[in-house]
């Protein structure tokens, strides 16, 4: 686990019903040995590292629960950061992609018209953003790397087995 994609994220299926599966899962995380704060609505659990240790950084692991055909329950599970960090990085990549996107379409423009191309600084300048975000983005999932970690740990002890991340 020591190389994360963007959104790092996990899928099962159990033998049981979504409100059976759910209940035991919530049950076993809020009596288990590591504090985890639950969040618990139908169909769905958000587990978070508890708030005197979290920091900026911190991800969190929301769960989905759906019924399959068979009457089994499909959990997927997405490793994420908190919401607030999550839009900073989701309008930052919009805004840079957009100026970008027309800067270079502008500087093009005046490239093929043999005018100065200055639109094409600012279309670099916006490439030059969305990388410092990206890598901004892998070095604070590094910073949280140990939080993921232990919230994987604490899925896998409530669930009783072992579970891939992809």
Request: charged fraction near 20%; aromatic fraction near 14%.
């Amino acid at each position: 686990m020591s190389s994360f994609g963007i959104r790092p994220h996990f899928s099962e299926t159990l033998d049981l019903v979504p409100g059976e599966a759910q209940q035991r899962l919530v049950e076993k995380v809020e009596t288990g040995a590591d504090p985890c704060e639950v969040k618990n609505f139908v169909g769905y659990i958000c587990l978070r590292i508890p708030e005197q240790d979290r920091h900026f950084w911190s991800p969190r692991l929301t769960l989905t629960l759906e019924a399959t055909e068979d009457g089994r329950t499909r959990i997927e599970g997405i490793y994420g950061p908190n919401a607030n960090v999550w839009s900073l990085f989701l309008y930052g990549y919009l805004l840079s992609g957009t100026f970008g996107l027309f800067s270079g379409i502008y500087g093009s423009v005046q490239w093929s018209l043999k005018l100065d191309p200055w639109a094409l600084w600012i279309f670099g300048a916006m490439l030059g953003i969305a990388l410092g975000l990206y890598l901004l983005a892998q070095f604070g999932q590094k910073l949280g790397a140990q939080q993921t970690f232990r919230l994987h740990q604490v899925y896998e002890t409530a669930m009783g087995r072992k579970v891939e991340i992809h």
